[in-house]
């Protein structure tokens, strides 16, 4: 791997045409259900011989070769994937918007002057630029579905538990969760059927009750709030989630964006600090202050934002116990302009994004619940999408939900 050079706060905008960190081919087995298609690594997963960096310079693995192959990448390659290299990522994971002060940020394919989406932004540029099939990534808050909306990509943030992070970088162990991102469904569904030791979910609609949020889409920029009726549009009629109504919506999003902050900072201390404080690693600022953020938290902490959130969540998780399935928006606005995102002037109005952002991702990993992105049609070349919320387990439903609704858009 070539040392990346040195790395100032002016270089946290600094876009890379290359999403790869490392370009290696493994071919995968000549015959399965993936044979043919091409698989970016997202470099959180170890790969036999190569290095793992984790998006940082310091991480212990980053100049030694690992000694196994992380067993979602091995099953991926014995269903027929070749691995065509490992991409960039936020540094430790640990971002939405697709920045790497020491990498590059990957140009974005579908709007290059606008940020790719994190932490999974390599393995997303990769498959959205058609260097890859199928990008492999992690989902702690929203690392498949953000840039699975930036990139016009399908994506699935699997049931908490269901795919193996064995071989994956911990970043918050109660809520990692790995999943893959195609640019389309069908590839994703043969994709995570793998990874979930299943056949391939046939295209149907599930049997089952689908509820739209309709007041999820209330607020958010014009072109997504619109997505609630464009569903409608394209997908037949569908129930309304009539429960949480529109005037709920503030408390449970600022209680979910406050409740992920505890949720995800305490644990990320716990498996990172010592490391932190020990070899002192070169960490871009923003990304150390978050980490130590997290240790500054209590168990107390935990227990009280827990009990707000779930207690603002309960209309839909209520409607999921009961076996529903929740159409939601993926993320309040477009993907950000750079240079929104340089800005001076615009930090509040950045910040009022991220909690938006934050306050819709974070109810998934709350819950411990599936999620799947489905890309929309747009009529000015910005992509956007929806998401299909499920119960436990109905990852496969999804998956057969997403390939039904995909052959309905233009």
């Not at 940082?56 to 269903?79: C, E, F, K, M, S």
């Not at 993907?335 to 934050?358: C, G, K, N, W, Y």
């Amino acid at each position: 791997m070539t040392t990346p050079p040195s790395s100032s706060p002016a270089d946290q905008y600094r876009i890379v045409d290359d999403p790869f960190v490392l370009h290696h081919r493994i071919d995968g087995a000549r015959q399965g259900p993936l044979t043919g298609l091409r698989l970016a690594v997202k470099d959180l997963f170890d790969v036999e011989g190569l290095p793992t960096a984790c998006g940082t310079l310091d991480w212990p693995g980053r100049n030694q070769p690992a000694a196994r192959t992380a067993p979602t990448v091995q099953a991926l390659i014995d269903a027929g994937a070749s691995v065509v290299g490992k991409t960039i990522t936020d540094e430790l994971a640990c971002s939405l918007v697709g920045t790497n002060l020491h990498y590059g940020t990957p140009r974005n394919p579908i709007t290059p002057d606008r940020v790719p989406g994190g932490s999974s932004s390599g393995s997303a540029a990769a498959v959205a630029g058609g260097l890859a099939d199928l990008g492999l990534g992690t989902d702690t808050g929203g690392s498949i579905r953000i840039p699975s909306l930036y990139n016009r990509l399908f994506g699935l943030r699997p049931t908490h538990g269901r795919v193996s992070v064995d071989g994956c970088m911990e970043l918050c162990a109660p809520f990692d969760t790995v999943g893959l991102m195609t640019r389309d469904a069908d590839t994703l569904a043969a994709g995570m059927a793998v990874l979930m030791g299943e056949n391939t979910p046939p295209a149907q609609v599930p049997e089952a009750e689908i509820l739209m949020a309709s007041s999820l889409f209330a607020g958010l920029e014009p072109r997504m709030a619109e997505l609630a009726q464009a569903a409608i549009d394209h997908f037949g009629a569908m129930g309304e989630l009539s429960s949480l109504p529109t005037d709920a919506v503030p408390a449970l999003s600022t209680a979910c964006y406050e409740a992920y902050g505890v949720l995800q900072g305490r644990p990320i201390w716990q498996a990172h600090g010592p490391w932190i404080e020990r070899d002192r690693p070169r960490l871009a600022p923003e990304i150390e202050a978050r980490f130590r953020l997290g240790g500054t938290r209590s168990a107390e902490d935990e227990a009280h934002h827990r009990q707000a959130a779930v207690g603002h969540l309960r209309p839909i998780s209520e409607a999921l116990e009961g076996g529903t399935f929740i159409v939601m928006p993926t993320g309040p606005t477009a993907a950000p302009s750079f240079a929104m995102m340089q800005d001076a002037s615009a930090l509040e109005e950045r910040e009022a994004v991220r909690r938006q952002l934050l306050g819709l991702t974070a109810m998934a990993p709350i819950l411990g619940v599936p999620q799947i992105h489905i890309p929309m049609p747009d009529e000015d070349g910005i992509p956007r999408g929806l998401s299909v919320m499920g119960p436990r387990g109905s990852d496969l439903a999804l998956l057969g939900l997403a390939r039904a609704w995909a052959a309905k858009l233009p």
